[in-house]
């Protein structure tokens, strides 16, 4: 296995505070080899499909077909949403996530809502979202006020699915006119938490917040359209002049603002940035506490950002440009030795995230070691 010790990262140099970036993304090209492979359900089982696989094709009828994806929770980081999403990537048609807009587990568990930066990411990879509702669900026995086995409605994504199966537009579209959805799909939410709260004599949250919640969503939508506006007529004015970084920046977040071709402006962090000399080290990272390569899940859900990562155009420190290079990186416990794999799918599993790197134009990062 070929490595590259000799090409790892520099470390040390001048932090700075309040790195800002901007870039600009005039398409999408991605080819992913992680995908697995989607089972296909016909559209009257789609209850079928969300009860057994969080990503799936759907036979709408002899012509159509979509690839499916659902979250748990409008939280990214509960059940690797990402690594669904992912799964939809090698789909040459439309591709669709479902996400709740809320998620109350009862009183004794936590409250999920949808956030803005999660829709945005959707439109920018060009995945159409349907913004439902938990409609059904049964106490769970562990807790006095908890309930678990959540049930989507299905008759309001099948209506969504109806509608959107032959929709001309772009999903960025699709998904701004989902948010204007957005109140309506809450008060349903609640409605139903509230009939799931008697059924199953399960105590649930507040429902004062979920107004300010909806109210943040409208105020970012408004603020993106206003943004994009602006874009459209000329460069984004910063509100702050950046000083001139200096090389070798490590372990630093980074604001990162993306315009597509549409005008549309999306905000993002990247985990790491590094500058040496000419070029931006964009790097995402993803941790294991053992002695083995972080999770499948963990690994899909990192090159979810590769996808937007490779293909930034015009990636500029205030007025200043750089060439990007986008990094996937894996860390863990000490004593992990690439050289002395034996699990025959670790090393297989290497192999592709290889391919998908070289293909795709990143770097696969181990441990401080490039792997080429």
């Given at each position: 296995?070929?490595?590259?010790?000799?090409?790892?990262?520099k470390i040390g140099g001048t932090k700075m505070i309040n790195l800002e970036i901007?870039?600009?993304?005039?398409?999408?090209?991605?080819?992913?080899?992680?995908?697995?492979?989607?089972?296909?359900?016909?559209?009257?089982?789609?209850?079928?499909?969300?009860?057994?696989?969080?990503?799936?094709?759907?036979?709408?009828?002899?012509?159509?077909?979509?690839?499916?994806?659902?979250?748990?929770?409008?939280?990214?980081?509960?059940?690797?949403?990402?690594?669904?999403?992912?799964?939809?990537?090698?789909?040459?048609?439309?591709?669709?996530?479902?996400?709740?807009?809320?998620?109350?587990?009862?009183?004794?568990?936590?409250?999920?809502?949808?956030?803005?930066?999660?829709?945005?990411?959707?439109?920018?990879?060009?995945?159409?979202?349907?913004?439902?509702?938990?409609?059904?669900?049964?106490?769970?026995?562990?807790?006095?006020?908890?309930?678990?086995?959540?049930?989507?409605?299905?008759?309001?994504?099948?209506?969504?699915?109806?509608?959107?199966?032959?929709?001309?537009?772009?999903?960025?579209?699709?998904?701004?006119?989902?948010?204007?959805?957005?109140?309506?799909?809450?008060?349903?939410?609640?409605?139903?938490?509230?009939?799931?709260?008697?059924?199953?004599?399960?105590?649930?949250?507040?429902?004062?917040?979920?107004?300010?919640?909806?109210?943040?969503?409208?105020?970012?939508?408004?603020?993106?359209?206003?943004?994009?506006?602006?874009?459209?007529?000329?460069?984004?004015?910063?509100?702050?002049?950046?000083?001139?970084?200096?090389?070798?920046?490590?372990?630093?977040?980074?604001?990162?603002?993306?315009?597509?071709?549409?005008?549309?402006?999306?905000?993002?962090?990247?985990?790491?940035?590094?500058?040496?000399?000419?070029?931006?080290?964009?790097?995402?990272?993803?941790?294991?506490?053992?002695?083995?390569?972080?999770?499948?899940?963990?690994?899909?859900?990192?090159?979810?950002?590769?996808?937007?990562?490779?293909?930034?155009?015009?990636?500029?420190?205030?007025?200043?440009?750089?060439?990007?290079?986008?990094?996937?990186?894996?860390?863990?416990?000490?004593?992990?030795?690439?050289?002395?794999?034996?699990?025959?799918?670790?090393?297989?599993?290497?192999?592709?995230?290889?391919?998908?790197?070289?293909?795709?134009?990143?770097?696969?990062?181990?441990?401080?070691?490039?792997?080429?």
């Amino acid at each position: 296995m070929a490595t590259g010790k000799d090409q790892k990262p520099k470390i040390g140099g001048t932090k700075m505070i309040n790195l800002e970036i901007s870039a600009e993304i005039k398409g999408i090209k991605y080819k992913p080899f992680l995908c697995k492979e989607l089972k296909t359900f016909d559209f009257t089982n789609i209850d079928v499909a969300l009860n057994e696989e969080p990503s799936f094709k759907l036979r709408i009828d002899d012509k159509n077909e979509i690839a499916v994806s659902w979250w748990v929770s409008p939280k990214r980081t509960r059940s690797y949403p990402y690594a669904r999403v992912y799964d939809t990537l090698a789909f040459p048609c439309k591709r669709v996530t479902i996400i709740p807009v809320m998620k109350d587990e009862g009183a004794d568990g936590d409250r999920d809502f949808l956030q803005w930066d999660t829709v945005s990411l959707m439109s920018l990879l060009g995945i159409y979202v349907i913004i439902s509702y938990y409609f059904d669900a049964s106490k769970n026995p562990k807790f006095k006020n908890k309930i678990t086995n959540q049930k989507f409605d299905i008759n309001h994504i099948k209506s969504e699915i109806t509608g959107l199966v032959f929709y001309q537009s772009d999903a960025l579209h699709w998904n701004l006119s989902q948010l204007d959805k957005v109140g309506e799909i809450a008060k349903l939410a609640l409605k139903h938490y509230k009939l799931i709260s008697q059924k199953c004599g399960v105590k649930m949250h507040s429902p004062k917040p979920v107004e300010k919640r909806i109210n943040r969503i409208r105020e970012s939508k408004e603020k993106f359209m206003e943004e994009s506006r602006k874009l459209a007529e000329k460069a984004q004015k910063r509100e702050r002049v950046t000083k001139q970084p200096k090389e070798n920046l490590s372990g630093i977040k980074a604001a990162l603002t993306i315009k597509n071709y549409l005008g549309g402006v999306y905000h993002f962090t990247c985990d790491e940035v590094e500058i040496h000399d000419n070029e931006l080290y964009l790097i995402e990272g993803k941790h294991s506490r053992e002695k083995k390569l972080p999770s499948l899940d963990d690994i899909k859900d990192g090159l979810l950002r590769m996808v937007v990562f490779t293909n930034l155009e015009n990636v500029r420190i205030g007025e200043k440009e750089y060439r990007p290079v986008s990094i996937l990186k894996l860390t863990t416990a000490k004593d992990f030795d690439l050289k002395r794999l034996e699990n025959s799918e670790i090393r297989e599993l290497i192999q592709k995230l290889k391919k998908e790197a070289r293909e795709n134009r990143f770097r696969l990062l181990i441990n401080n070691t490039f792997i080429d």
